[in-house]
């Protein structure tokens, strides 16, 4: 049983991506103790550069901040493949606001898959592309975790999906990008990461 307030977690889609997908994360999320919302990226055509769409979430988060924050509840942020790139971009304008961060189906490293749309967002999830040289690192204040797919058909190579920094990591074995979020399994891991996050570093896991 949770002896802190119980944090409030903000879920955002990926690219091609809507909120209306995440109604049983959502459900699940709260079960386990959470507040939970979501949001859109607008637009999630692929073609903007992802940083046109880090100011949405920068302003998402400053609402949860302005809600939540004066009752000491902690912030987690779930993002899904750019949805996570786009956060953490955000994240980095507001160090200490965000607890958590975790990360499915992410080319934090990119994906050589990115050559098959050439537009500026594709060429934001290349591999070694300046949006993510720009926003490699993850904020003092903020701890990450990353569920990956070995068998994912967008990420080339598959463990570009694991950050770094990640202190908790997942591996699942289902394949069709798109629906990594919907599975059971998948959310079973991103709980799972969430949870393990939420134990202080100096108490071990």
């Keep these: 049983m949770r002896s802190e307030?119980?944090?409030v977690c903000l879920v955002i889609?990926?690219?091609?991506?809507?909120?209306?997908?995440?109604?049983?994360?959502?459900?699940?999320?709260?079960?386990?103790?959470?507040?939970?919302?979501?949001?859109?990226?607008?637009p999630a055509s692929g073609?903007?550069?992802l940083e046109r769409l880090v100011p949405q979430?920068?302003?998402?988060?400053?609402?949860?901040?302005?809600?939540?924050?004066?009752?000491g509840r902690p912030i987690e942020v779930v993002g899904f493949s750019m949805g996570a790139l786009v956060a953490l971009a955000a994240i980095e304008d507001r160090p200490g606001w965000v607890r958590t961060l975790v990360s499915v189906g992410t080319p934090h490293g990119g994906t050589w898959a990115a050559l098959l749309w050439p537009t500026p967002c594709g060429r934001d999830f290349l591999p070694r592309s300046a949006f993510s040289r720009r926003h490699a690192r993850v904020p003092e204040g903020t701890r990450i975790g990353s569920v990956a797919s070995r068998r994912d058909?967008?990420?080339?190579?598959w463990?570009?999906?694991?950050?770094?920094q990640a202190e908790v990591t997942r591996v699942v074995e289902h394949g069709f990008h798109p629906k990594l979020p919907l599975?059971?399994?998948?959310q079973d891991a991103l709980i799972e990461v969430l949870e393990l996050l939420a134990v202080p570093k100096d108490q071990g896991r």
Excluded: C, K, N
């Design 5 to 7: 307030p119980s944090p």
């Design 13 to 42: 889609p990926g690219m091609w991506d809507s909120p209306t997908r995440y109604g049983t994360l959502i459900r699940r999320l709260e079960a386990a103790g959470r507040t939970a919302v979501t949001m859109a990226l607008t």
């Design 47 to 49: 073609v903007p550069s």
């Design 57 to 71: 979430v920068t302003a998402q988060l400053g609402l949860l901040h302005d809600l939540f924050g004066s009752q």
């Design 153 to 157: 058909h967008i990420i080339w190579p």
């Design 159 to 164: 463990r570009s999906a694991l950050h770094p």
């Design 183 to 186: 599975l059971l399994p998948v």
